[in-house]
T-cell receptor, first 110, second 118 residues
Framework: GQNIDQPTEMTATEGAIVQINCTYQ??????LFWYQQHAGEAPTFLSY????GLEEKGRFSSFLSRSKGYSYLLLKELQMKDSASYLC???????????FGTGTRLQVFP | GAVVSQHPSWVICKSGTSVKIECRSL??????MFWYRQFPKQSLMLMAT?????????EQGVEKDKFLINHASLTLSTLTVTSAHPEDSSFYIC??????????????FGPGTRLLVL
């Protein structure tokens, strides 16, 4: 079956670091994506991992371990505008589609 | 680069009418387009996948006669909600995957269309 798990909600303070975890069990794997979605808006692409390891892009980093079916998104120097939902999605190679987790709603407080 | 547009952004219609939503990839050719629906505080639910020039593949539970998808060119896909009812009210989002001019792995999302059926 297909299953992607991420925490429902997280809170953090401005300037801090937060790590959002994602575990997955899918029938096929061809990459893991992280998207950011502000309320009422469409998702915007943040990162893509297909090989194990850490991908860094400015304040955001994403890590993947394929053997553990695990990824995390790391957000540094949090800003108020980072308050949003963060969606973990796995590309199922066989079905050729993205399978989304339920998303993690992050609230950043001053 | 890799911009996807959707039109309209808002639709309010009476029950029983049909609504057409357009999705365009503006600066790349999208070999595959996806249509999603999202209810408040829920994640994206894939409705169908369409490849240019071929019939769409619908997810289980999605009525293909109710949600008509046309992907006539590499830059345009349309979703028509036929005989819309209040339960069809939702946020409809398309995404596109390249193609020439964009990453072949990444899906880029349009801004979404909010549909309210009275």
């Amino acid at each position: 079956g297909q299953n992607i798990d991420q925490p429902t909600e997280m809170t953090a303070t401005e300037g801090a670091i937060v790590q959002i975890n994602c575990t997955y069990q899918t029938s096929g794997f061809n990459g893991l994506f992280w998207y950011q979605q502000h309320a009422g808006e469409a998702p915007t692409f943040l990162s893509y991992n297909v090989l194990d390891g850490l991908e860094e892009k400015g304040r955001f980093s994403s890590f993947l371990s394929r053997s553990k079916g695990y990824s995390y998104l790391l957000l540094k120097e949090l800003q108020m505008k980072d308050s949003a939902s963060y969606l973990c999605a796995v590309r199922d190679e066989r079905a050729d589609k993205l399978i989304f987790g339920t998303g993690t709603r992050l609230q950043v407080f001053p | 680069g890799a911009v996807v547009s959707q039109h309209p952004s808002w639709v309010i219609c009476k029950s029983g009418t049909s609504v057409k939503i357009e999705c365009r990839s503006l600066d790349f050719q999208a070999t595959t387009m996806f249509w999603y629906r999202q209810f408040p505080k829920q994640s994206l639910m894939l409705m169908a996948t369409s490849n240019e020039g071929s019939k769409a593949t619908y997810e289980q539970g999605v009525e293909k006669d109710k949600f008509l998808i046309n992907h006539a060119s590499l830059t345009l896909s349309t979703l028509t909600v036929t005989s819309a009812h209040p339960e069809d009210s939702s946020f409809y989002i398309c995404s596109a995957r390249g193609g020439r001019g964009a990453s072949q792995e990444t899906q880029y999302f349009g801004p979404g269309t909010r549909l309210l059926v009275l």
